[in-house]
C-alpha cells in the first residue's frame, strides 16, 4: 500500500473511532489534523487557566476575611492543578511546555475595558483573561459569569473524542463546580443589600458581556471541523444560549437586572 492509501486507511479507522463513542487514547491514532487541533484546543485552555490563577493571586491578599483568603487560595490551587493537568496532556503529545512558559507572559493584563475579540499577547489564553480583577465584586463575578460560561464549554469535553482530556476535565469540571457556587452565594449577598447591589450590577454588566465573547462566532468554521473531530459536541451558539438562559434565571432570583436593561438607580428626592 502507498504512502497516501495507507494514511487514508488511518484517516478512516479514527472517524470510525469517533463516530462508534469509542474514545482515542493516544497519537497514534490521530490524523495529523486531528492532532494539530487539539493541541490549539489544549493550549487555550491550559494557558486560561495559569493566567486565571494568576490574576486571582492577589485576591489572597485583599479577599475581606481570613476564611475567603483561603477559599481564594484554594481556587488559585485548583486553577494551578488545572494548568498542570493540561499542560501534561499537551507534554504527552511532543509539545515543550517550559519552552511554551518561558517564552510566554501570563500575568500580563491590559488597561482597556474592551478588547472585544483581540488576543492582547501571544499566549493562547481566552481573551476575558486578559482584563484585570480590580475588585472584590469582580473577583465574585468572574466565579459568577466566566467559570460559568467555562463549565458550559467543559461540559462538550466530558464527552469529547480525546479520551485522557475527557478524563482529566472530570476533575476540573467537579472543581469550577464550587467556584461557581462561591460566585452564586456572594452574588446573591452583594445584589440583595441596597447598599452593594448596584456595584454589583456594575460588574455584572461588564464580566457578563465579556463572558459571552469567549463562546466564539456563532459562523465559526473552526467549530464545525471540531464538532467533526468529536472535540466539540454543540455549535458556539448552543453552548451560548445554555449559558444565556441560566444566568437570566439566576439574575432573576438574585434581582440583578440583565445587562441591556438596567438603568443605575438614581435617588427620588420627592418621597423623602
Ligand atoms: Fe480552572
Ligand atoms: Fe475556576
Known amino acids: 500500500m502507498t504512502r497516501r492509501a495507507s494514511s487514508k486507511v488511518a484517516e478512516q479507522k479514527m472517524f470510525e473511532k469517533i463516530q462508534s463513542g469509542d474514545p482515542i487514547e493516544d497519537a497514534s491514532e490521530m490524523t495529523p489534523e486531528y492532532k494539530e487541533v487539539l493541541m490549539h484546543l489544549l493550549l487555550m485552555q491550559a494557558d486560561s487557566e495559569l493566567s ?10 485583599r479577599a475581606p476575611t481570613v476564611q475567603e483568603k483561603l477559599i481564594v487560595a484554594n481556587i488559585v490551587k485548583d486553577e494551578v492543578r ?19 512558559l518561558d517564552s510566554q507572559n501570563l500575568g500580563a493584563r491590559v488597561s482597556e475595558s474592551d478588547i472585544g475579540t483581540k488576543r492582547a499577547g501571544t499566549d493562547m489564553r481566552v481573551n476575558i483573561f486578559y482584563y484585570p480583577i480590580e475588585t472584590w465584586t469582580d473577583f465574585i463575578m ?20 480525546y479520551g485522557p482530556w475527557a478524563r482529566v476535565v472530570q476533575g476540573i469540571f467537579e472543581e469550577e463546580v464550587t467556584h461557581i457556587a462561591h460566585g452564586d452565594t456572594w452574588v446573591k449577598r452583594l445584589a440583595q ?3 452593594t447591589h448596584d456595584e454589583c450590577q456594575e460588574a455584572f454588566n461588564k464580566w457578563y458581556l465579556r463572558t459571552l465573547k ?12 471540531y464538532r467533526k473531530l468529536g472535540l466539540k459536541k454543540r455549535t ?12 437570566s434565571q439566576l439574575a432573576t432570583v438574585c434581582n440583578l437586572s440583565m445587562p441591556g436593561l438596567y438603568t443605575p438607580q438614581t435617588p427620588v428626592e420627592h418621597q423623602k
Not at 486565571?52 to 491578599?61: E, F, H, R, T
Not at 488545572?82 to 511554551?100: I, M, N, P, R, S
Open 142 to 161: 468572574f466565579n459568577f459569569c466566566m467559570d460559568r460560561g467555562a463549565g458550559h464549554q467543559l461540559g462538550d469535553v466530558l464527552t469529547c473524542s
Open 193 to 195: 443589600n441596597p447598599e
Open 82 to 100: 488545572h494548568a498542570k493537568a493540561v499542560f501534561g496532556l499537551l507534554a504527552d503529545l511532543g509539545f515543550d511546555v517550559q519552552a511554551h
Open 52 to 61: 486565571g490563577a494568576y490574576g486571582y493571586v492577589p485576591w489572597i491578599m
Open 236 to 247: 458556539n451558539s448552543e453552548v451560548r444560549n445554555a449559558f444565556m438562559a441560566e444566568v
Open 214 to 225: 469567549i463562546f466564539g462566532s456563532d459562523k465559526s468554521t473552526k467549530n464545525e471541523l
